[in-house]
């Protein structure tokens, strides 16, 4: 199999657990969105709560 078919796979197989942690993804997003929102780690709080859900979702559908 080619490397590309390889990164396919990979890259698809995030989006089920993405799909589970639509409120995080939502929160994140707005979070980043914002202007006001400049400095490196201002969103941290969003980002990790995203990472945790999409681990977790991932484990329960086993990615």
């Given at each position: 199999?080619?490397?590309m078919g390889k990164d396919y796979r990979r890259i698809s197989?995030?989006?089920k657990p993405l799909v589970e942690c639509k409120t995080e993804?939502?929160?994140y997003g707005s979070c980043v969105s914002q202007k006001d929102n400049n400095t490196k780690h201002a969103c941290d709080k969003e980002f990790?709560?995203?990472?945790?859900?999409i681990?977790?979702?991932a484990k329960k559908i086993k990615v």
């Open positions: 199999m080619s490397l197989g995030l989006a993804a939502l929160l990790q709560a995203l990472k945790a859900c681990r977790q979702a």
